[in-house]
């Protein structure tokens, strides 16, 4: 034991600046730390702050209120949606017409079929025979693009046009 204080009494000078050096040291990672925590702080209260003055807990609660409101406005959307594509289905979106001559004696194509059909060629054909002395229109269901009733050559093309634009 009295070796070691023997040895530090006779090197007392380097272990002063060791502990003098150890100090400093420890002073300049404080102000370090210091500027840091300073600079965090700010940042801190920056985003604290938010916009308006309000705290960060009122903007997320508000946020997340205008998510609830965005969520049922597109469930609305969806749901309206489903009811449009319902309508769009049963609605005309096929249509074929053909122009014909149907009597020698009338010089024009006076005479028509018309086709009307929905997605699923399910509609009606409408024909029109002009003469000189009378008009005959005629109306046939269709369902799947075919009709009970016979069709004339006419009507048929009208159904395939509906079908081919």
Known sequence: MEQALMFIRANNEIFSLITL??????LLLLVINMLWTSS???????????????????MLNSYTAKVDISVAKAEEVRKAYSEIMQMVKSSIQNVGVVRYNAFNDT????????????YRGDGVVISSLFGRNETRIYAKPVNNGKSTYLLSGEEEDAIKKAFNK
């Open 107 to 118: 010089g024009s194509d006076l005479s028509f079929a018309v086709a009307l059909l929905d």
């Open 40 to 58: 965090l702080k700010k940042k801190y209260k920056m985003m604290m702050r938010g916009a308006q003055g309000q705290d960060l807990e009122q």
């Open 21 to 26: 050096l150890v100090a400093v040291l420890s």
